[in-house]
């Protein structure tokens, strides 16, 4: 008998998260006896789901808002990249029992823009934004090769992430339209845009016309920024695919198989 294994998505609220439409995709493709589940926890409850995960039978878990570093006491191990990012998103349950973390949001934003075409090692990237998202992004950036500059409301979270990863400038909010000039990658981190927020505003005159723009939210699909780019002829690209090559290390851990991000799992969560 095949063992059926288990794995999900921790998150408060959870109903929206699109992993457990992507994860039970992919399982049903490679015919694999799994599922993968939602799993809503409130932030004091944390710890407890984290410790009872093994007796649960869950091989591994997800961490999506707002528990990606608040997990971080109740791991056994992370990795250097978790470590550098401060946040860990995918987990891994050992068969003894151990909780070992890592974050895939670096792989996943630079292999959504590498599956589009849209890299360019010792290019110039602007980073708007210095939350946790944006530690995953200049991460894979910085170890894409790209100088940084980081725009962002408090400057001193744009200070504190490029004195981690070097090859970084930060500036402040008000400069984000100034330093587009000669920019190869604009990325926009922040929440302004996402859904139920304000749009985020900036000017793109001075932003080259070769230059790629993306936004890692997908709710909605086209920003207003990607909008406005688009519409001066910049090349863009969405949030989704980040979603989708994030979910491949977890998937491939728990499951034994590397999973492929395509047009039909694109078309999946989108419409499936
Ligand atoms: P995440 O983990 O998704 O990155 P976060 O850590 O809350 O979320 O970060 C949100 C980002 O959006 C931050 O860079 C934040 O700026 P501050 O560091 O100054 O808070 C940015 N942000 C949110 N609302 C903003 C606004 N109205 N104007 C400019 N930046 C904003």
Not at 122 to 133: D, F, N, R
Not at 146 to 173: C, H, M, Q
Not at 201 to 226: G, S
Request: aromatic share 6%; glycine share 10%; proline share 6%.
């Amino acid at each position: 008998m095949t063992e059926l294994r288990t794995a999900g998505v921790i998150g408060w609220p959870i109903k929206h998260s699109l992993s457990p439409k992507m994860h039970n995709y992919w399982l049903k493709a490679y015919g694999i006896a799994g599922d993968y589940i939602p799993m809503p926890v409130q932030p004091d409850n944390l710890g407890e789901t984290m410790r009872t995960l093994k007796d649960k039978g869950i091989c591994g878990v997800n961490l999506t808002v707002p528990h990606k570093e608040l997990v971080l006491p109740f791991l056994d191990e992370i990795d250097e990249t978790a470590r550098q990012i401060g946040a860990v998103n995918t987990v891994m349950v050992t068969p003894g029992g151990k909780l070992i973390g890592t974050n895939t949001d670096a792989y996943g934003f630079a292999e959504n823009l590498r599956q589009a075409g849209a890299l360019k090692p010792k290019g110039k990237a602007v980073v708007l934004g210095a939350g946790g998202a944006a530690r995953a992004v200049c991460k894979a950036l910085v170890d894409e090769g790209y100088r940084l500059v980081i725009a962002n409301r408090t400057p001193d979270k744009a200070r504190a992430i490029a004195k981690t990863f070097g090859s970084s400038e930060a500036v402040g909010w008000e400069q984000r339209g100034a330093v587009l000039a000669d920019a190869d990658l604009l990325v926009n981190t922040t929440s302004l845009g996402l859904e139920k927020q304000p749009p985020l505003e900036i000017d793109l005159t001075l932003l080259p016309k070769e230059a790629v723009v993306t936004d890692i939210v997908y709710a909605p699909l086209k920003t207003p920024l990607l909008a406005e780019a688009e519409k001066r002829g910049n090349i863009t690209v969405d949030g989704l695919g980040m979603l989708m090559h994030q979910g491949v290390p977890g998937f491939e851990a728990w499951f034994g198989k590397r999973p492929l991000v395509d047009a039909a799992l694109r078309e999946h969560l989108l419409h499936g």
